[in-house]
């Protein structure tokens, strides 16, 4: 299934024995028995557990927060609220800043008013989780709706409610870039596709939530952090911002982390106020995000609106292309915000010359996007690969052969693409004819046209790309407004033991640096893999790195960890010269000890040069004691993986149903470090493409603002049952622009393997299966199978900013004076007329609070409602609102407002309800057309008891 | 979600529950509304079996009841009561890595290792049970169990050899 399929053609160093090994992870031993130590795995004998009250709304102004019944809750420590959070910390920086916009300050806890469902508002640290959740509850927050846009689209219409007031609208920022002569391409083209693509919005959702414990004494004034994160070195820097602590008195370490793809990049909110909590109460203070949580507060990712267009001349070459989109950025730029390489990576591996790309990033209120695999990148391949197809098809030509036609060749390496990236080098043919042999790709379209007519038809689809892995060096990075450089470092140590202590502020959460990292310092050293102990992820004691993103981990680490074992290996070299009586030259450091060339049994172990070299006994007089270097390595350029991709599909035209018969990539990562690891990469890449392309979505109700699908049950991930077998094939080519100080050509890895490029083949191979059909059963197919395919969009915002508006009329035999004497002195009868209503307690005032159990759909919940009556105009009017949560039942958190309007109708009075309920949280998810008809229900059952309770008080009376 | 409460300082109303937790009998006072999963983790530190969406879906907190593969935050720990409970930490208590796990670090079954635990449980009980015989009732049987990072694919191999199962020829 895996194979090579040939040596590295370039001249380049020699490989070290230990690259290019399936070595097993050293990781494994202790994850494998459960003795890994994730967050919250730590002793918390001695630890305040944080809970974080989020807003249940899309869009809210924070009217009151009153938490002195939360406060009396034996076991609460502390509860932090927005005004004083914000007064004494600065807001969340940005890494990766949108180049030309605002600051849009992102503070630990909203002030004032909350952008987005899940928004942190309140924190409560205690004794346990149980008891901070339980105070939670009893924090009474007072909500007004705003009004809220949840669909990027709509958001740009000049209507719609405005986020940001140092925005001039919610365009947060337009970015067009026009390369060539594309209306004159596209014109000149024999065929022209377009066509509207609405890439979903994901989440990561690595297995371990965010996690994070802060301790903080006074007196020893350290703030000791651990966090569940994939740059500790920067979080230390963000965190040191925000709290205006100096870096030095912050130690952070990551220890396992349950893994990231993107999505633990950078500080979020809770990590500021779980730190100002340590700091507060000058102890331990731990948060472990729950499910519910993650959904809403932790970064999402992808959702974008292309349109884009592809022109193709009869002969198959592609004469120009155009993508302009849309990026739902959600309420707020998150550290690494809105994906960065959709524009740059849009023409892939092919000449193209006359290209537009025009993004335009918009705020709505929904969750932040972040970082998630491939950063733009497979979402544009998508777009990109299905108008290739659809070109083809139209001028009836072979999809691979026109691929064949257009795909880069390696004369004309280096490329600077139309978006501005430079390929380094390349065969991108190699890997694109492995992937058409290694499917069988005649054989199975003849299997295909033999099985036109029949119920259960073949698609064959077909996908290749480029992938930008690493950063074309730290220069680079400045000159476009990022906050971290592109390079890597190691501090390698020689100890007494004869092995090496190895320290790198990378953390690891899956990707076995502690694996890949010891492999290459064993080969460039001279000793064993096992000899090597990886320290990863702790700011003590590592320098200054940039992390693991952007596959780029191993490339630049690799770099720092050849120049650095360099070092070593001249130096133990030079020591053991003077101890062996032979010059460097003739010496050969060799399975953990120095020996003299052609006198083997003339040897040192390294342990014992390390001891003479810390101990510096015996030293020359011009060395210096001590056996350790420290390199950084930034990389020259960025190397740039590519493949192909090749699905076979079958689908019954009747229901759709399809089934992938076999999955086929053929890439090129450059060197491989350790081809194991390389190939459960592109699994995971695959699998979670596949994921995107069939099963994930975050939904939103476009009325009520509400997240639909925010807990596991809803989304669905892929399961072992629902993936085939991915089979892999290696067409590496080592990259050239890493050559002087790294030899292996390494190439990212794959950590973007990808994705898209499984959806694409997926879809490509859906729509060639469904097209062979006829129109009818086509149509049929795409709709059963597309899952992120919308209707028109909706203006998806409400003006009045509540989610189910009703009004009721209803007539009683009563006068006008008589029902207004009724609302007015018999407010508690009127209160208990709400169906489902329990209780009722006038706390004066014209203040009450009241008890009503509901049942909405399959959930039920039991409210607890603070009701009030706001005005009064004697004998025609009265308002009220009302707002509350869910005490009992499904969580949900509710707000109404109800104005009662009496006039005379005859001997009796007409009643008009107009009422306006606004639903969060859990029961808020169930979306607006099952609200709003519950909302009737309550109503109409609400006017009927009502009638009657006023009948028996006239008569009463 | 709740997690486990010091019940002293909250005076709230406790059960007892005696349970066997690998091997050893255990007697304990226990919040009625405590998971089973955080009594295990927080309660009795075995911190191996993990935590990922308390919903029953993702798996993370599999462990044996009574031999039996159950998901231990849809538990609640006095449902425990009289009941022998298997965790992770139990499989290979010694220098040596159980035929499972050699067979999951041999097939690099593994990335981040948060599922790990949970799918070392549900495969133990499998091969109890008897009732995976080829790969796609294995996959169907671990389909309990999410896991992020791999795909699932070495993850399949590595218990389809571990059960003795044949993999379909790719």
New interface residues.
């Given amino acids: 299934?895996t194979e090579t399929l040939h040596e590295p053609q370039t001249e380049s160093p020699p490989v070290g024995p230990w690259i290019g090994e399936r070595v097993?992870?050293f990781?494994?031993?202790?994850?494998?028995?459960?003795?890994?130590q994730?967050v919250?795995?730590f002793?918390?004998s001695r630890v305040l557990?944080v809970a974080v009250g989020r807003c249940p709304y899309p869009h809210a102004s924070i009217l009151d927060i009153d938490m002195s019944e939360a406060l009396a809750v034996?076991?609460v420590e502390q509860i932090l609220a927005g005004r004083e959070v914000a007064a004494r910390t600065q807001p969340l920086s940005v890494l990766r800043p949108l180049p030309d916009v605002p600051r849009l300050p992102f503070r630990a806890l909203a002030v004032d008013r909350a952008l987005y469902e899940g928004h942190p508002v309140v924190s409560v640290a205690a004794?346990?989780?149980?008891?901070a959740?339980?105070a939670l509850e009893l924090v009474d927050i007072e909500y007004e709706p705003l009004p809220h846009v949840v669909d990027a689209e709509a958001a740009l219409e000049p209507t719609a409610p405005q986020i940001w007031d140092e925005l001039d609208s919610n365009l947060v920022v337009h970015n067009p870039r026009i390369e060539g002569d594309v209306d004159g391409a596209l014109s000149r083209a024999d065929a022209r596709v377009a066509d509207r693509f609405a890439i979903g919005r994901v989440s990561?959702?690595?297995?371990?939530?965010r996690a994070i414990q802060a301790g903080y004494s006074p007196g020893i004034s350290t703030l000791d952090v651990m966090v569940s994160t994939q740059i500790p070195h920067m979080f230390r820097l963000q965190l040191a911002e925000a709290l205006e602590f100096r870096e030095a008195d912050i130690r952070l370490r990551a220890p396992?982390?349950?893994?990231?793809?993107g999505l633990k990049l950078g500080m979020y909110p809770e990590d500021v106020v779980v730190c100002l909590h340590a700091i507060d109460l000058g102890c331990t203070v731990r948060w472990?995000e729950?499910?519910?949580e993650h959904f809403r507060a932790s970064t999402h990712a992808r959702e974008a609106v292309h349109r884009a267009e592809l022109g193709m001349n009869r002969d198959g070459t592609i004469q120009g292309m155009r993508d302009r989109y849309i990026i739902d950025m959600g309420a707020y730029n998150s550290p690494f915000g809105p994906p960065m390489l959709s524009s740059l990576m849009f023409p892939g591996p092919y000449r193209v010359r006359d290209c537009e790309v025009d993004r335009r990033v918009v705020a709505t209120n929904k969750t932040p996007v972040g970082a998630y695999r491939g950063y733009g990148q497979p979402e544009s391949n998508f777009v990109r690969e299905i108008l290739v197809d659809r070109a083809a098809r139209s001028l009836e030509l072979d999809p691979v052969e026109v691929r064949r036609r257009n795909v880069l060749r390696p004369h004309e390496m280096p490329w600077t693409n139309a978006g501005g990236a430079v390929y380094d080098s390349g065969d991108y043919l190699r890997p694109l004819e492995k992937a058409i042999e290694a499917i069988d790709y005649e054989r199975v379209r003849a299997e295909q046209r033999q099985r036109d007519g029949d119920s259960r038809r073949l698609g064959i689809g077909v996908a290749s790309f480029v992938e930008m892995t690493g950063y074309p060096g730290s220069r680079f990075l400045g000159k476009h407004g990022a906050a971290y450089g592109a390079h890597e470092s190691v501090t390698l140590r020689a100890n007494r033991s004869g092995g090496i202590d190895l320290y790198t502020g990378v953390a690891t959460?899956?990707?076995?640096t502690e694996t890949t990292f010891a492999q290459i310092t064993a080969s460039v050293v001279g000793i064993s893999p096992d000899a090597v102990a990886v320290h990863a992820g702790d700011t003590l004691g590592t320098p200054y790195n940039v992390g693991s993103f952007a596959s780029r981990t191993t490339i630049a680490g690799a770099g720092a960890i050849l120049a650095a074992g360099n070092d070593l290996r001249a130096k133990v070299l030079r020591i053991a010269s003077g101890f062996l009586d032979a010059p460097v030259d003739a010496l050969d450091l060799l399975d953990g000890s120095v020996v003299v060339l052609g006198a083997p049994q003339r040897r040192m172990a390294l342990a014992d040069i390390a001891a003479e070299a810390i101990s510096g006994h015996h030293l020359s007089a011009n060395e210096d004691p001590g056996l350790e270097s420290t390199r950084y390595f930034d990389p020259p350029a960025s190397a740039f993986g590519n493949g192909t991709a090749a699905a076979i599909v079958e689908v019954d035209v009747a229901t759709g149903i399809f089934e992938v018969l076999?999955f086929v990539i053929a890439h090129d990562c450059g060197q491989q470090v350790n081809p194991?690891?390389v190939?459960?990469q592109l699994?995971?890449?695959?699998?979670?493409g596949?994921g995107a392309a069939f099963f994930e979505g975050l939904q939103y109700d476009q009325d009520t603002g509400q997240m639909l699908n925010g807990?596991?049950?809803d989304y669905l991930?892929?399961?072992?049952?629902?993936?085939p077998?991915?089979?892999i094939h290696h067409a590496d080519v080592p990259s050239p622009v890493t050559p002087l100080r790294n030899p292996w050509g390494r190439r990212g890895r794959n950590d973007s393997a990808r994705c898209r490029r499984c959806q694409r083949a997926l879809r490509c191979a859906r729509t060639v299966a469904s097209r062979d059909q006829s129109t009818t059963a086509h149509s049929g197919v795409v709709v059963a199978c597309d899952r992120r395919s919308r209707a028109t969009p909706t203006l998806g915002f409400r003006q009045g900013g509540s989610d189910v508006k009703f009004e009721e009329v209803f007539e009683v035999s009563a006068a006008r004076e008589k029902v207004w004497e009724f609302f007015d002195l018999e407010a508690e009868r009127v209160g208990m007329c709400i169906p489902g209503a329990e209780e009722i307690h006038s706390l004066g005032d014209d203040k009450y609070r009241l008890k009503v159990a509901q049942k909405v759909g399959s959930m039920g919940a039991t409210f607890d409602l603070r009701a009030r009556i706001r005005d009064r105009q004697p004998t025609e009017m009265m308002s009220l609102s009302a707002t509350g949560r869910s005490i009992k039942g499904a969580r949900g958190d509710v707000r109404a407002t109800a104005v009662v309007s009496l006039e005379d109708k005859g001997d009796g009075t007409t009643i008009r309800l107009d009422a306006d309920v606004a639903l969060g949280g859990m029961i808020g998810s169930l979306g607006h057309k099952v609200i709003a008809q519950k909302a009737e229900e309550i109503t109409r059952d609400f006017a009927v008891a009502l009638g009657e309770s006023m009948t028996s008080w006239t008569a009463a009376s | 979600m709740p997690r486990v409460t010091d019940a002293g300082a909250q005076m709230t109303p406790t059960v007892g529950i005696r349970c066997v937790v690998n091997g050893k009998t255990i007697e304990d006072s226990v919040e009625p509304r405590t998971s089973l999963v955080d009594y295990l983790r927080h309660g009795v530190g075995l911190t191996g079996t993990h935590v990922g969406c308390e919903q029953g879906v993702c798996g993370m907190c599999t462990v044996l009841v009574d031999g039996v593969a159950a998901k231990s935050c849809l538990m609640l720990a006095p449902q425990a009561d009289g009941h022998e409970i298997r965790t992770i930490e139990s499989v290979a208590p010694g220098e040596e890595l159980h035929p499972l796990q050699e067979a999951l670090r041999d097939h690099h079954g593994l990335q981040c290792g948060y599922c790990t635990p949970g799918f070392v449980m549900t495969a133990l009980a499998l091969k109890d049970s008897g009732a995976a015989c080829d790969e796609a009732t294995l996959r169907a049987e671990l389909s309990g169990n999410l896991c992020r990072c791999t795909g699932y694919q070495n993850i399949v191999t590595a218990v389809a050899e571990f059960l003795g199962v044949e993999e379909h020829p790719a």
Avoid: C, K, N, Y
């Fill in positions: 299934m097993p992870r990781e494994d031993e202790r994850l494998l028995r459960g003795r890994g994730f919250d795995d002793d918390d557990h034996a076991g004794t346990s989780r149980a008891i959740e339980d990561a959702l690595p297995m371990e939530g396992d982390v349950g893994g990231g793809f472990i729950d499910r519910m959460f899956g990707q076995a076999r194991a690891l190939e459960g699994h995971g890449g695959l699998a979670q596949f807990t596991m049950v991930v892929p399961t072992a049952a629902d993936l077998s991915f089979e």
